[in-house]
Structure formats: C-alpha cells, structure tokens
C-alpha cells in the first residue's frame, strides 16, 4: 500500500482561515512538504506552523528566484522524488499550498509530476482574492456579470485587452507591474474605480483606493475593479 498526496489549501496567510479538513490532515501529518524561496523562510509553513507535529518529517523545496523556468522545474522535480520515497513507504504526504492549490497554486508542478503513480486529493482553500473582496467589502460578481482574473506580468497590449472585455476584474501578482498596471488602468478610465489591497487578512494587512496606493508593491498585492452600476443593489 502507498500513502496519499494530499494538496492542502491554506488561504491566503490568515491561519484561522484552515479549513477544518486542512486543519485536521496537517496536525495529524506524518510528512509535510512545502516550497521556500531562494532559501528564505516558507510563507506556506508559517500560516501551518501551530498545526504541523513536532514529528512530522518536512520536506522542503527550494525554488530559486528569477524567471528562467529551468531552476524551478529542478526544485520541483527533486521535492517530488523526495515525496514519492514517502509514498512508497505508505506515509501520507501533506503538501501545504498558500490559497488554493489548483488556483495559481505551486502544488499543481507536483501534481502533475506524482497524480499519475499515486493516490491524490485535493483540498480546496480559501483564495486571495475572495479574501481581498471580503476586506474590502466588494462584491465581485452579481447576476450575469463576467469576473477576469488577470496576472500582473501579461505583456501592457494582452492586459489592455482583457480589462476592456471584463465587467469586473482582478489583476493579481502586482508587485513590480504596478507601474504598468497603472497606466493600462488610467487609459480605460478605471482608476477611480480600483482598490488597491496587500498582505490581505495579514496583521500588515493595507488596503486604500489605488489612486492612494504606494508607488511600489510586494507580490502579495492584487487590485479589484468594478465597472458601471453596482448590479446587486
């Protein structure tokens, strides 16, 4: 008998945001593996920290930073031979993921590379951002409205194109796009009608329109935008 990959949701940094279900898999976790970044500290095993065993085995994946594919697929190939060992030995393996695992999530690199030999679940977590909705008391999408989720680092012409179909949006990865998003936004009459939130449900929590946001953003940042009416009124 092999183990069970479990990818696990943590949501967005809050740790009274587990769901019942990961709260339940990590404290009971005979192995839990998480990615760092460029050997820093895990975002993900921080929001676990006071639900992980003191027993359990951690497996840790170090994604260098920088934008070559290369070096990251390495990390991932390596952290999945390292579970698959686990795996063959019948333990569980808690793969801990800020979020949602499959929305934006690190955890499908290993999914795509284990799901195929062993028994997988995922468990969904809440996203960052319903939880930037939520703070900000924005209703994302109400009646037949069309919600566009769109990463910071598409080319300025792509992003220009999506905002202009959308009814509401969510751009997410701001960080150091935030110069162009700006302009992508003032060009479609938008910025008024933007708000600006990081670090959402963080005690370093910000939020503020983004017409007062600051000139730079960590990645943890993302900007809503409603167009028109607000429909659920």
């Given at each position: ?156 012409a792509t992003m220009t194109a999506r905002v202009a179909q959308a009814d509401s949006l969510i751009i997410m990865k701001v960080g150091r796009h935030l110069s162009k998003i700006r302009r992508v936004l003032e060009a479609a009459g938008l910025t008024e009608r933007a708000a600006y939130i ?36």
């Amino acid at each position: 008998m092999t183990g069970t990959l479990y990818g696990v949701g943590l949501g967005p940094g809050d740790p009274d945001l587990l769901t019942l279900k990961a709260h339940r898999l990590i404290s009971t976790a005979p192995v839990i593996a998480y990615p760092t970044l460029a050997g820093g500290d895990s975002f993900a095993r921080a929001i676990a920290a006071a639900v992980i065993p003191q027993t359990a085995r951690e497996i840790v994946m170090d994604v260098p930073m920088t934008t070559a594919r290369e070096p990251a697929q390495a990390a991932y190939d390596a952290g999945a031979e390292e579970i698959a060992a686990e795996l063959e030995k019948g333990h569980d393996v808690i793969a801990l993921c800020e979020g949602d695992p499959f929305f934006y999530g690190s955890f499908m690199y290993l999914f795509a590379r284990l799901s195929d030999r062993f028994s997988t679940e995922i468990v969904p977590g809440v996203t960052s951002m319903t939880a930037c909705a939520a703070a900000q008391g924005l209703p994302l999408a109400a009646r037949n409205e069309v919600l566009t989720v769109i990463p910071g680092p598409l080319d300025e012409a792509t992003m220009t194109a999506r905002v202009a179909q959308a009814d509401s949006l969510i751009i997410m990865k701001v960080g150091r796009h935030l110069s162009k998003i700006r302009r992508v936004l003032e060009a479609a009459g938008l910025t008024e009608r933007a708000a600006y939130i990081e670090r959402a449900t963080l005690p370093n929590e910000l939020r503020m329109p983004l017409t007062k946001a600051p000139e730079t953003a960590p990645y943890f940042s993302m900007i809503l935008v409603t167009k028109g009416a607000d429909p659920w009124l």
